[in-house]
Structures are given as structure tokens and as C-alpha cells.
């Protein structure tokens, strides 16, 4: 697959990086051609300097042999002109495009996905705010997807130092647990993400992903020393787009909701549009008010506002001061890293969120759904079973396969279970599949037999 990337921000060398790693054919195209040589230098793609808006610039990229075209510039027209422009060529079969406008982006305006001929029209803005309210939901979780329309979940648990469960191999675990359905699927130790088997033990600092059907979440929870709840106090640091969205869903919720913002004139917006949300008109790093509106008390506080010094050092604030969790929003994504060290509980990146909506797309088909991990070399695939002979009736331990991947979860006639290595597995079924980066190829090549 030939994959044509416009715009060089955080977005597209995310992509680069994702599809040159899967030994896809990738060409981007941007204006700065130092950032265009360094980029080339890292990654094994190749670079084409100038506008992608230019028609001549994606003729001389070579378009007319793209199957995926993706612009994710800064500016809005540039990737709809962009897009617009590759319809002209018939192999180009798949267009998305970045924007942050949102009259792209609502069902029956004049100039929807449907109307401009766009297959994917993703925002960064809207993608947050799917994911935070996701995580508000689960609230001992610093990470989770979904799979078989909701049925399954994926969801990432921190282990602390006094958690039980520490030194016992995941082989005394389902002694221990017995019967309960749940499937360790990987363990994160100190950046390396490691497929588990039974004699992997789990660690203090370990970060731990458990695959379990939505109705044992709470049983499963129990067993690893955590208990999910929806918070009753929450706090947003930031009414812009992202803070604004979140505060109008979380309202439907019934819980109490307060957001700060600085800016007078946006807060009338706030408190025009929102029901059931208290706007506070004061800096977000104004700990005196903080505390006096009662922050110590928040069950959840979340910081998106446009500033990462100010979301990382409002989320410590409310740390310091008693909160029981952050969500914070961080545009660079290498410092995403390191702020689970300072103690802040999740770190989510708007660009990246947006490059795995965008990633989840692009890998449809007999693809269901796709989810990557944050921070790790590892993806989750829901995958439809092909119609070929190595797939009729076979015990799921006499697959085979490949090394670096794990089924955590099967669904048949939209029943769902976490399989066992006895499990039948039959064609048309759909599997949910952990995988780290070194076995992505072979997941593919193993479910497209020859």
C-alpha cells in the first residue's frame, strides 16, 4: 500500500512512523524542508517539499499511484483543498482530513464528509473528548478501548507497591481467581512491553492491560484491589473546545461539575451554553481559589487547556492538594512519558488520540476495530475469522500463533467469552487480538492465508 501523509506536525510523524514501521510505502509532503531531511534521515519514508495544496506538488509526489491519501496540516483548507484535489485520481481510494471546524464535522451542514467527497473528516478536539469521557467512566483505568460494540474491554491498571497481587505468576493468578474471565494481556515494566505467559509475575510499577467482558468489570476489578465508580465531583481546568464538549456530556451525567476559566468573555459563552456547570472566572494555577471552590475534594480533575505548563502544573496543584485523579491533556507527546513519575494518573495527547481514530479507519475491512496503546509498541485488533480451512473448527492453542501476540477475547453470534487454549475457533467468529509492532506483519500474513 503507497500512503501519501501531507503535513509534518505531531500527527503525521506519528503516521510516518506507525505505517514505515509496518514497511508500508510512505510519502510526506510539507513546507519545512529541515524538518523534511530529519525526518527522512530517521524514518524510511520518502519526503517531498511544498504545499499540499499545490497540484503540482502532488503530481511530483506521485498521487496518481497513492491508495491512501491523509492530510493533517494546522490548517483546515489546506487539507480539505488537499483532499479535494486527489479525487482526480482514481487509485487514490481512501481521503482523510484534520479539521478543527466544527460545521465539517455536523451531520447535515452543507459541507459534511458526504458532501466534499472526504472519507474521514477527524478532529483532534472531538477525539479527546471521546477518550476523557471514556476514562471518566472507569475511573481506576489509565487507559481503555472498546471491542464487540461494547461488550469487551481493554483496560490499563497501574500496580502500586501494596497491591496484593504483586510476585505471583499469572499461573497462581488463575489458581487464585478460578473461573473468573479475564485475560492478562500484556504488562508494561519500565517502557517495554512484554507478552505475558504463565510463569511472568507482576511487578510493583508495573502497568498491567486486562481484556474482560463489560458485565465482569466489576468482579475483575475486584480481584486486582481496584473499584471503578463514577466520580461525583469533577473539576475542569480549561473551557476551551475540548473543556467546553466535555463539560456539556459530563452534565448528562448528573454529577457536579465546575470549570475554571480565565478569560471573561469565554466564560459568558460558558455559562450561556452549559445547564448544569458551574463556571469559575479565575486563572487555572490560582491555588488560594482552587482550594476555596474545593478542589481537595474533586474526585477527577481535568486540565485541557492550550497550555502544557499550565495542564501539568494545575494537575500537580490538585494532586498536592488532595485530588483523587487527573486526566491531562498534553500536546507534546514525549513528554507524555514522564509525567506519570511526577504522579499525574493519565496523560492523554489530542494528536495522538486523533492519529489512532484515524489508524482505526484505515484498518477496517475484515478489520472490526483497531485500538493502539498508549506509550507502547503494542495495538489490539478486533478481526473477522476468514472462510479458509485453517481456521474450521480448530482448538485455539493449535493455531500457532505468531510469537508477540494473544487472544484475549472471541465473539460468536454476538455472544462473547475470553477464550481458554481449548477454545473452537471457526471461521466468521471475530477475535480480539493483542499484538506488540515486532509481529504485526505476521498477525497479517497469519490472517490472510494463502
Known amino acids: 500500500m503507497r500512503i501519501m501523509i501531507v503535513g509534518a506536525g505531531l500527527v503525521g510523524q506519528y503516521l510516518c512512523k506507525k505505517f514505515s514501521s509496518e514497511d508500508r510505502d510512505v510519502i510526506l509532503i510539507d513546507r519545512n524542508e529541515e524538518k523534511l531531511q530529519r525526518l527522512e534521515r530517521e524514518m524510511n519514508i520518502m519526503t517531498v517539499s511544498g504545499s499540499g495544496a499545490s497540484a503540482r506538488t502532488l503530481a511530483e509526489a506521485g498521487v496518481a499511484k497513492t491508495d491512501l491519501f491523509i492530510a493533517v496540516t494546522d490548517s483546515d483548507e489546506v487539507n480539505l483543498v488537499a483532499c479535494i484535489m486527489s479525487k482526480q485520481y482514481n487509485n487514490v481510494a481512501t481521503r482523510i482530513a484534520r479539521v478543527r471546524n466544527e460545521d465539517f ?66 499461573l497462581e493468578l488463575r489458581q487464585i481467581h478460578g473461573g473468573h474471565q479475564y485475560v492478562i494481556t500484556a504488562i508494561i515494566r519500565e517502557g517495554y512491553t512484554i507478552i505475558p505467559r504463565g510463569n511472568d509475575t507482576i511487578q510493583a510499577g508495573d502497568k498491567i492491560y486486562l481484556m474482560v467482558r463489560q458485565n465482569d468489570m466489576s468482579k475483575v476489578e475486584k480481584l486486582f484491589n481496584v473499584s471503578s465508580k463514577l466520580p461525583n465531583k469533577i473539576f475542569i481546568i480549561g473551557g476551551g473546545h475540548i473543556g467546553y464538549m466535555v463539560a456539556r456530556q459530563l452534565e448528562e451525567l448528573g454529577v457536579e461539575i465546575k470549570l475554571v476559566e480565565e478569560d471573561t468573555k469565554r466564560c459568558e459563552f460558558l455559562s450561556e451554553n452549559l445547564a448544569n456547570t458551574i463556571v469559575l472566572n479565575f486563572d487555572g494555577l490560582a491555588a488560594n481559589e482552587l482550594i476555596e471552590e474545593g478542589i481537595d475534594l474533586a474526585d477527577l480533575v481535568l486540565a485541557v487547556t492550550g497550555s502544557d505548563t499550565t495542564n501539568i502544573l494545575s494537575s500537580l496543584l490538585a494532586k498536592h492538594h488532595g485530588t483523587k485523579r487527573c486526566i491531562t491533556k498534553i500536546t507534546r507527546h514525549d513528554f507524555v512519558p514522564m509525567l506519570g513519575k511526577l504522579g499525574i494518573d493519565v496523560a492523554l495527547s489530542p494528536r495522538q488520540v486523533a492519529a489512532d481514530m484515524i489508524l482505526r479507519y484505515v484498518r477496517r475491512g475484515s478489520v472490526v476495530s483497531v485500538a493502539t496503546i498508549l506509550d507502547t509498541d503494542a495495538e489490539v485488533m478486533e478481526v473477522v475469522v476468514p472462510q479458509h480451512k485453517n481456521f474450521d473448527n480448530i482448538p485455539l492453542q493449535d493455531l500457532h500463533f505468531p510469537k508477540g501476540s494473544l487472544v484475549g477475547a472471541v465473539v460468536r453470534d454476538q455472544w462473547t467469552f475470553i477464550p481458554s487454549g481449548e477454545t473452537i475457533i471457526k471461521p466468521g467468529d471475530n477475535m480480539v487480538v493483542f499484538f506488540t509492532k515486532d509481529a504485526s506483519n505476521a498477525i497479517e500474513n497469519f490472517f490472510s492465508p494463502s
Open 105 to 170: 464535522l455536523t451531520p447535515g451542514l452543507p459541507l459534511n464528509e458526504e458532501a466534499l467527497g472526504i472519507d474521514l473528516l477527524i478532529s483532534p478536539d472531538w477525539a479527546m473528548t471521546e477518550e476523557i469521557v471514556k476514562l471518566v467512566h472507569v475511573s481506576e483505568a489509565f487507559d481503555t478501548a472498546h471491542f464487540a460494540d461494547g461488550k469487551i474491554l481493554l483496560l490499563g491498571y497501574h500496580v502500586n507497591d501494596d497491591n496484593s497481587l504483586v510476585g505471583h505468576s499469572l
